[in-house]
């Protein structure tokens, strides 16, 4: 007879509902063990794994909002900004970048940091990662004594944003489009009794919305869900409070499997 | 497909290269006898030759010129008969140029029995794009930073240069196993069901990236034409502006050529099931950025 304790466990019950940022980080490689936990346990398991509608659009808007504004920093801003500076100080826009040009772009984002601090307005986070990329982007290639002037600067960055880009379109339609991986779409009708419940607990509107469906899938397929998000800020912390009002529960990737033993 | 006609050309994307090289052929067996040393041999030779009396290279583009002249609107200040003529004939002179293709399609049908003149052949195709892809996100690039597209736009053409080198790679994998097939045939009753298998095969992907080929082709010559004030300008227009173009008209193209990519796409999965997947290399600095930015509030990207 087997006396032994057994840690094992029971077998789950129920699916995910996944959030835009799980699947980002999932096409972007970012949170890695997370994700990679999470799949784990989805395919050791046989969990179905969904997304919403929902998330569905807010993912594409999301890459493509941010290809197109960095896209517009880098003709605009950056372009504007180093050719003004070229043209005060009678240097050809066809000289190779030098320190000076490093320095000139520093002036823009002190700018910006400047004016961010009096307005109040935003976070300094996406000037800053700009602002890496872009300086050391020059940097290394000034250190291996590349010429490079502005055009060839601003089309080198264009370049890899492209080729990034195109990469994720390729992952995403794999993902989502084709359904290829670990997730299925799913077309879901929201119930406005519920989308007005999230509402006051303080989830905002995209978050609402992706909520709301993984509540109303739960509720019509009797099926039991959790809602998988990497958003500590504005869902895990509310997780309780969602839970005690919607009756879903909301988790990290990394503890998934065990919501739903 | 590069934005705009300098340095690049139909020929480069044209499924009538690969269709004349791959689909509008057929083998033949050639018996000779000759006498070595007083003795009499038969000597086989198989080669291809063409299905059908080939189409001038000049009907056909000034075909898909008319084609797509009498689906996308033009300017007033243009007259879409000359249209077609001034773009055929750039694609004709480039195609006069092109020695390298004329050649791989001649090798095709000189071959012989020993050789793998068909995988030859898509290999040269695909070398050769392979070659210039790095040109073709330099033109894209370059094309953006003068025009006030948004990037994503541009974006969509970089997925279908990506798609479309591909789609060359499932055709050459295509093309080698039947090719291999046939040349490990018994006989040549063998030989030609192999080729004829291929041909099935292979020929419904050529006709759906043809499709997807045309409505890239019109929405590009549509930016075009309505960004060029004269015939000259139509080759390389100073500025895209999306304030040229008719609203309308232009998300009616763009959603047609999305459309049309993202079906050749679902069509290429049945021929390699992996071919989307990507390797992103999180480490590299621009995926680590676009990563960081693209989980911020939306409303904060201003700057």
Same mark, same amino acid.
């Given at each position: 007879?087997?006396?032994?304790?057994?840690?094992?466990?029971?077998?789950?019950?129920?699916?995910?509902?996944?959030?835009?940022?799980?699947?980002?980080?999932?096409?972007?490689?970012?949170?890695?063990?997370?994700?990679?936990?999470?799949?784990?346990?989805?395919?050791?398991?046989?969990?179905?794994?969904?997304?919403?509608?929902?998330?569905?659009?807010?993912?594409?808007?999301?890459?493509?909002?941010?290809?197109?504004?960095?896209?517009?920093?880098? +003709?605009?801003?950056?372009?504007?900004?180093?050719?003004?500076?070229?043209?005060?100080?009678?240097?050809?826009?066809?000289?190779?970048?030098?320190?000076?040009?490093?320095?000139?772009?520093?002036?823009?984002?002190?700018?910006?940091?400047?004016?961010?601090?009096?307005?109040?307005?935003?976070?300094?986070?996406?000037?800053?990662?700009?602002?890496?990329?872009?300086?050391?982007?020059?940097?290394?290639?000034?250190?291996?004594?590349?010429?490079?002037?502005?055009?060839?600067?601003?089309?080198?960055?264009?370049?890899?944003?492209?080729?990034?880009?195109?990469? &994720?379109?390729?992952?995403?339609?794999?993902?989502?489009?084709?359904?290829?991986?670990?997730?299925?779409?799913?077309?879901?009708?929201?119930?406005?009794?519920?989308?007005?419940?999230?509402?006051?607990?303080?989830? @905002?509107?995209?978050?609402?919305?992706?909520?709301?469906?993984?509540?109303?899938?739960?509720?019509?397929?009797?099926?039991?869900?959790?809602?998988?998000?990497?958003?500590?800020?504005?869902?895990?912390?509310?997780? @309780?409070?969602?839970?005690?009002?919607?009756?879903?529960?909301?988790?990290?990737?990394?503890?998934?499997?065990? @919501? =739903?033993? | 497909?590069?934005?705009?006609?300098?340095?690049?050309?139909?020929?480069?994307?044209?499924?009538?290269?690969?269709?004349?090289?791959?689909?509008?052929?057929?083998?033949?067996?050639?018996?000779?006898?000759?006498?070595?040393?007083?003795?009499?041999?038969?000597? &086989?030779?198989?080669?291809?030759?063409?299905?059908?009396?080939?189409?001038?290279?000049?009907?056909?583009?000034?075909?898909?010129?008319?084609?797509?002249?009498?689906?996308?609107?033009?300017?007033?200040?243009?007259?879409?008969?000359?249209?077609?003529?001034?773009?055929?004939?750039?694609?004709?002179?480039?195609?006069?140029?092109?020695?390298?293709?004329?050649?791989?399609?001649?090798?095709?049908?000189?071959?012989?029995?020993?050789?793998?003149?068909?995988?030859?052949?898509?290999?040269?195709?695909?070398?050769?794009?392979?070659?210039? +892809?790095?040109?073709?996100?330099?033109?894209?690039?370059?094309?953006?930073?003068?025009?006030?597209?948004?990037?994503?736009?541009?974006?969509?053409?970089?997925?279908?240069?990506?798609?479309?080198?591909?789609?060359?790679?499932?055709?050459?994998?295509?093309?080698?196993?039947?090719?291999?097939?046939?040349?490990?045939?018994?006989?040549?009753?063998? *030989?030609?069901?192999?080729?004829?298998?291929?041909?099935?095969?292979?020929?419904?992907? &050529?006709?759906?990236?043809?499709?997807?080929?045309?409505?890239?082709?019109? =929405?590009?010559?549509?930016?075009?034409?309505?960004?060029?004030?004269? *015939?000259?300008?139509?080759?390389?227009?100073?500025?895209?502006?999306?304030?040229?173009?008719?609203?309308?008209?232009?998300?009616?193209?763009?959603?047609?050529?999305?459309?049309?990519?993202?079906?050749? +796409?679902?069509?290429?999965?049945?021929?390699?099931?992996?071919?989307? @997947?990507?390797?992103?290399?999180?480490?590299?600095?621009?995926?680590?950025?676009?990563?960081?930015?693209?989980?911020?509030?939306?409303?904060?990207?201003?700057?």
């Amino acid at each position: 007879m087997n006396v032994g304790i057994t840690l094992s466990n029971p077998s789950p019950i129920g699916c995910f509902f996944l959030d835009t940022c799980v699947i980002l980080s999932d096409i972007l490689k970012e949170n890695t063990p997370r994700i990679e936990k999470l799949k784990k346990d989805v395919n050791l398991h046989n969990i179905p794994c969904y997304i919403s509608d929902s998330v569905k659009q807010e993912i594409y808007e999301k890459i493509k909002q941010t290809s197109d504004f960095l896209g517009k920093v880098i +003709r605009e801003t950056i372009k504007f900004h180093l050719e003004d500076f070229r043209k005060r100080n009678k240097i050809p826009l066809t000289d190779p970048m030098t320190s000076n040009d490093i320095k000139a772009l520093e002036d823009l984002f002190s700018y910006y940091y400047n004016a961010l601090k009096i307005t109040k307005v935003g976070l300094q986070n996406p000037i800053s990662l700009i602002e890496e990329w872009t300086i050391s982007f020059l940097g290394e290639q000034l250190d291996k004594g590349v010429k490079i002037n502005i055009k060839q600067f601003l089309r080198e960055l264009i370049k890899k944003l492209l080729e990034l880009t195109s990469y &994720i379109e390729d992952l995403y339609d794999e993902l989502i489009t084709f359904q290829r991986k670990f997730v299925k779409v799913k077309n879901i009708t929201l119930d406005s009794r519920i989308v007005l419940v999230v509402k006051s607990i303080g989830i @905002h509107k995209k978050d609402c919305d992706h909520i709301a469906s993984a509540v109303t899938y739960q509720i019509r397929e009797r099926e039991k869900v959790v809602f998988v998000t990497l958003d500590f800020s504005s869902i895990l912390e509310k997780r @309780h409070l969602i839970q005690k009002q919607l009756d879903l529960e909301c988790c990290d990737p990394l503890y998934a499997l065990h @919501h =739903l033993v | 497909m590069t934005f705009p006609a300098s340095g690049t050309s139909l020929v480069d994307y044209s499924g009538s290269a690969l269709r004349y090289g791959l689909m509008d052929i057929k083998p033949v067996e050639v018996v000779e006898t000759i006498k070595r040393f007083g003795l009499k041999f038969k000597k &086989i030779t198989r080669k291809f030759e063409p299905l059908k009396p080939a189409q001038s290279y000049e009907d056909l583009v000034t075909f898909q010129n008319k084609t797509i002249f009498s689906t996308v609107q033009i300017p007033e200040w243009f007259d879409a008969d000359k249209l077609v003529k001034v773009f055929s004939q750039y694609s004709i002179e480039n195609y006069e140029k092109d020695t390298e293709l004329k050649k791989a399609i001649e090798e095709v049908k000189k071959a012989e029995r020993k050789g793998r003149p068909l995988l030859s052949f898509i290999q040269f195709i695909k070398g050769r794009f392979e070659s210039r +892809r790095n040109d073709y996100l330099e033109v894209e690039a370059e094309r953006f930073l003068t025009s006030n597209f948004p990037l994503s736009f541009y974006s969509k053409f970089v997925v279908f240069d990506n798609t479309y080198y591909d789609f060359l790679k499932i055709l050459e994998f295509k093309v080698r196993r039947y090719e291999f097939l046939a040349s490990s045939a018994r006989n040549f009753l063998m *030989y030609q069901r192999r080729i004829a298998e291929m041909k099935r095969e292979i020929g419904p992907l &050529i006709d759906k990236m043809d499709e997807c080929v045309f409505s890239c082709a019109c =929405l590009k010559k549509y930016i075009i034409v309505w960004n060029s004030k004269d *015939y000259k300008e139509i080759f390389n227009p100073k500025f895209l502006d999306i304030n040229n173009v008719e609203i309308s008209e232009f998300e009616r193209l763009y959603n047609n050529f999305s459309i049309k990519l993202r079906e050749t +796409r679902e069509f290429m999965l049945r021929y390699n099931p992996d071919f989307l @997947h990507k390797e992103i290399n999180s480490e590299e600095r621009t995926t680590k950025m676009f990563g960081k930015l693209v989980n911020l509030s939306l409303p904060v990207l201003k700057l």
